[in-house]
């Protein structure tokens, strides 16, 4: 079934299978296709192509298959712009996942059905929706890139939504449960690195990274500007995940202390090891000196959790039980905001729903006592 149109602007069809088909020819004489699953759809696409070819702005994808763009554009647009385990994780869901199931398609005529079959082909491989959600998420930014270099006119995985991915359920310490976390922890090797964790905020990248160049003891405080990684092997410090997440943090006295002990008990570490110690300026090390790896202190961390008799927790949740005691205590939103290093407070209040009950309510026993004092 074909609907004639005027010359110069294409032709609509629907093909046996039920899809209707738009058609153009380019300037260059090339046959440009769209699809959609009713005759309007596909008109407005077409009428779409008309105007990018009047323009001058219709793209030439002949012989670009999207393994061959992808490849380009992995080298020309992400290596350059994004930090090595970014570009780690754009690199994996290339090559694992979208290549061998897309790599073969001419770029122009990846349709959304081609995209929903890689998600749904993914998830009946085990994988968990979150990672098809990154999978979706890497493959939308390179057609994005697509349409900007004018190869295509529309992005196909717009038109196609990921999994849905349950929320990680946040276990925040109580205001008990932190005390007794800390009073179980006395005395451990890293109990320093724990202590900061809570009490500031960090990320786990964060606190590993962490520099004596950057914590100022007499001071008082510690400026956060890295985050060790390890990538292909190595550790790698690199830049904060937001500009936001550069900030100076005020330290209370008593981690002032904890960490005045640390470093006593690092330069003991030092001496007994000798020539052996791996000299570096972390603050939290292995006990010949080098850098902790995250999956270690996590696991150390479960075990500390054991010890002090409470439930499993990610190391994670040290950064949410921060954030909830904080606000708990009436500490300003724009307050907990910077110390996180939220780039948007509406980040800040939508992780931490959580506690908004007992915020509003202390909300409105202040105005009672507000009022309650204006009227005696």
């Known amino acids: ?61 002949r012989g670009l298959t999207v393994g061959k763009f992808l490849d380009q554009w992995m080298i020309e647009v992400v290596q350059p712009s994004v930090r090595p385990w970014t570009y780690r994780g754009y690199e994996v869901h290339v090559r694992l996942h979208i290549k061998p199931a897309l790599g073969n398609l001419a770029l122009e005529a990846v349709s959304p059905r081609h995209v929903q ?57 109580t205001p008990d449960e932190a005390r007794q976390f800390l009073s179980a922890i006395r005395g451990e090797r890293l109990e320093a690195l724990y202590s900061v964790a809570l009490t500031m905020g960090l990320r786990q990248g964060e606190a590993l990274g962490l520099r004596w160049q950057d914590v100022d003891l007499d001071l008082g405080n510690l400026r956060i500007n890295k985050q060790l990684q390890r990538i292909n092997g190595k550790f790698q410090l690199v830049e904060p995940k937001t500009p936001r997440s550069r900030r100076t943090l005020a330290l209370p006295a008593s981690i002032v202390v904890g960490l005045r002990e640390h470093w006593n008990r690092q330069l003991n570490e030092r001496a007994v090891v000798g020539e052996r110690w791996e000299a570096s300026d972390f603050v ?53 905001m910077d110390v996180l290093g939220h780039s948007q407070i509406a980040l800040t209040m939508n992780t931490y729903t959580h506690v908004l009950p007992q915020l509003r309510r202390e909300a409105a026993d202040r105005m009672e006592a507000l009022i309650a004092d204006r009227e005696t």
């Open 284 to 336: 939290f090390t292995t006990d010949r000196g080098r850098p902790l790896d995250g999956t270690v202190v996590s696991h150390h961390f479960h075990r500390q959790l054991d010890r002090a008799r409470l439930m499993q927790r990610r190391f994670h949740d040290l950064r949410h039980s921060c954030a909830t005691l904080l606000l708990v205590q009436g500490v300003s939103p724009r307050v907990v």
């Open 1 to 61: 079934m074909s609907r004639r149109r005027g010359n110069g602007e294409g032709s609509i069809y629907q093909r046996r299978d039920g899809v209707w088909c738009g058609s153009l020819r380019t300037p260059g004489g090339a046959r440009k296709v769209v699809y959609g699953r009713t005759h309007s759809e596909v008109r407005r696409r077409l009428i779409e192509l008309v105007h990018s070819k009047d323009s001058g702005t219709l793209g030439d994808a």
């Open 117 to 173: 079959a890689l998600l749904n082909q993914k998830l009946a491989e085990g994988l968990a929706p979150k990672t098809v959600r990154y999978i979706r998420g890497t493959l939308r930014t390179a057609f994005k890139q697509a349409t900007r270099w004018g190869l295509i006119v529309r992005n196909p995985v717009d038109a196609v939504d990921g999994p849905k991915v349950e929320r990680f359920e946040i276990r925040p310490f």
